[in-house]
């Protein structure tokens, strides 16, 4: 257990809105592995997959507004006939999203960390995901997507400035561990970040400890696997007799 002195420097969390770029480096992994059992994009189709997924998060830029509804029992059938790239890109960050919350509750990941208050719990274990499988390698391959702003990502409708200013917030998520990232991520004045000044020093203690718990390790790896069974499966059905 996380030692009593360190309990007790919990402050109460500012609120704001739930979407958040935690999660993003997972993400990333998740849809290279799909886009690999496919194998239907080139590597412009591939940024602009990934740069879909990504982009559900954007609302983590102040004054930026919902772009989408959440959508609900995507298939991976649906997300392999759907055309555009980038808007398969963005119906697999829901999928993603559904296929995480199933295995969270599987696991009773959010039981097993009690000191985080629960309206930021989820924020928190998606952080915690990606401090998981954090690596150098992983983590220059998702900052190469960011090389360029994607044709779908300006149908969008979000300004060009603010793309910009978006990938750089991404790209610095993706040089450092999300304990160290956040340091410097609370201090932007530009995000919504989800965590007050006085509680990130709490977080990356937080996020250290529970990276090292051997369970919070399992379900990690148990979700990479989950979709990876999911990929064969579909690949069994509708990709064989291609």
């Given at each position: 257990?996380?030692?009593?002195?360190?309990?007790?420097?919990?402050?109460?969390?500012?609120?704001?809105?739930?979407?958040?770029?935690?999660?993003?480096?997972?993400?990333?992994?998740?849809?290279?592995?799909?886009?690999?059992?496919?194998?239907?994009?080139?590597?412009?189709?591939?940024?602009?997959?990934?740069?879909?997924?990504?982009?559900?998060?954007?609302?983590?830029?102040?004054?930026?507004?919902?772009?989408?509804?959440?959508?609900?029992?995507?298939?991976?059938?649906?997300?392999?006939?759907?055309?555009?790239?980038?808007?398969?890109?963005?119906?697999?960050?829901?999928?993603?999203?559904?296929?995480?919350?199933?295995?969270?509750?599987?696991?009773?990941?959010?039981?097993?960390?009690?000191?985080?208050?629960?309206?930021?719990?989820?924020?928190?274990?998606?952080?915690?995901?990606?401090?998981?499988?954090?690596?150098?390698?992983?983590?220059?391959?998702?900052?190469?997507?960011?090389?360029?702003?994607?044709?779908?990502?300006?149908?969008?409708?979000?300004?060009?400035?603010?793309?910009?200013?978006?990938?750089?917030?991404?790209?610095?998520f993706f040089s450092?561990?999300?304990?160290?990232?956040?340091?410097?991520?609370?201090?932007?004045?530009?995000?919504?970040?989800?965590?007050?000044?006085?509680?990130?020093?709490?977080?990356?203690?937080a996020l250290i400890?529970?990276?090292?718990?051997?369970?919070?390790?399992?379900?990690?790896?148990?979700?990479?696997?989950?979709?990876?069974?999911a990929y064969e499966?579909?690949?069994?059905?509708?990709?064989?007799?291609?």
């Amino acid at each position: 257990m996380i030692p009593n002195f360190i309990i007790n420097i919990i402050v109460f969390f500012i609120s704001i809105s739930p979407f958040t770029l935690t999660g993003a480096l997972l993400d990333v992994k998740i849809s290279e592995s799909w886009m690999q059992t496919v194998d239907k994009y080139n590597s412009k189709q591939k940024q602009e997959f990934i740069l879909g997924v990504l982009m559900n998060n954007i609302q983590f830029l102040d004054e930026i507004p919902i772009l989408r509804e959440t959508e609900k029992n995507v298939s991976l059938k649906q997300i392999f006939s759907t055309d555009d790239p980038f808007e398969a890109g963005s119906r697999f960050f829901h999928y993603i999203a559904e296929k995480r919350e199933k295995t969270l509750q599987k696991w009773g990941v959010e039981e097993m960390i009690g000191v985080i208050p629960k309206n930021h719990l989820k924020v928190f274990i998606s952080f915690l995901e990606d401090e998981v499988i954090y690596s150098k390698l992983l983590s220059g391959k998702a900052s190469s997507y960011l090389s360029g702003i994607s044709e779908g990502e300006i149908l969008t409708g979000v300004r060009v400035e603010k793309l910009a200013i978006w990938h750089g917030v991404l790209y610095k998520f993706f040089s450092e561990k999300p304990s160290s990232s956040i340091m410097s991520l609370q201090k932007d004045k530009r995000l919504n970040f989800p965590i007050s000044e006085e509680s990130v020093q709490f977080w990356k203690t937080a996020l250290i400890f529970y990276s090292q718990n051997k369970k919070i390790i399992e379900y990690v790896m148990d979700l990479q696997e989950e979709f990876e069974k999911a990929y064969e499966i579909f690949s069994l059905k509708h990709l064989n007799s291609r």
